[in-house]
């Protein structure tokens, strides 16, 4: 069964502080790695999409890369307004978005 | 500006009751999703519908129905609604079959089932 992990559960940072959130996966034949960006009762908002082992995507103070086994999405000097949370999710091997796994998220509060 | 909007942000039902929650989307997609979401088990697809008229079973369709009579909108049916269904409920949309890419998502029901 795929399975997506995130750690940590929760991470507080001051503001300006870098840190990195994870997104480990088993799912095998890995055709692309979703990250997204949750508020408090809303609904996710889309940030990247990794193809590859090696691919980088960059918006703002985030980046996200890719491993044969993780992804990492990096926040560099962070503001209070990069407090949310933020979900990873990989498709079936053998479907689209129509059989995605989502992970759990990491909660991140960025303190002024 | 492409836009998912599903008709109540917050509703209270009581033990029973049929519910109905209702998911436009403006984009021309055809796949649309339901989902719900608890705390410490993420996302879980209920069902979804890559055209009118079609739908597919997801994760947990036990409980639920779905409806999608034209592209555009995509109804949640919980026929007699019980409180083990009091979470969020999040639809989406996205290209056709098969696509990899970006969700769009509304801004989530919240359900509470007395």
């Known amino acids: 069964e795929d399975q997506v992990t995130q750690s940590p559960e929760a991470l507080r940072l001051q503001e300006g502080e870098s840190s990195s959130l994870n997104c480990s996966y088993t799912?095998?034949?890995?055709?692309?790695l979703f990250w997204y960006r949750q508020d408090p009762g809303k609904g996710p908002e889309f940030l990247f999409t990794?193809?590859?082992a090696g691919e980088e995507k960059e918006k703002e103070r985030l980046k996200a890369t890719l491993t044969k086994k993780e992804s990492f999405l990096h926040i560099t000097a962070p503001k209070p307004e990069d407090s949310a949370t933020y979900l990873c999710?990989?498709?079936?091997?053998?479907?689209?978005?129509?059989?995605?796994?989502f992970g759990t998220g990491t909660r991140l509060t960025i303190i002024p | 500006d492409v836009k998912v909007t599903q008709s109540s942000r917050y509703l209270v039902k009581r033990t029973g009751e049929k519910v109905f929650l209702e998911c436009v989307q403006d984009?021309?997609?055809?796949?649309m999703f339901w989902y719900r979401q608890d705390p410490g088990l993420g996302l879980r697809l209920i069902y979804f519908?890559?055209?009118?008229?079609?739908?597919e079973k997801g994760d947990i369709p036990e409980g639920y129905s779905v409806s999608r009579e034209k592209k555009e909108r995509f109804s949640l049916i919980l026929e007699s609604a019980s409180t083990n269904q009091t979470s969020m409920y999040l639809c989406?949309?996205?290209?056709?079959?098969?696509?990899?890419?970006?969700?769009?998502f509304g801004e989530g029901s919240r359900l509470t089932v007395l």
């Open positions: 989406a949309s996205s290209r056709g079959r098969g696509w990899i890419g970006e969700l769009f």
């Open positions: 799912v095998s034949g890995l055709r692309g």
């Open positions: 990794l193809y590859s």
């Open positions: 999710a990989v498709p079936h091997p053998n479907f689209g978005n129509e059989k995605l796994t």
């Open positions: 984009m021309d997609h055809e796949n």
């Open positions: 519908s890559y055209d009118v008229k079609m739908k």
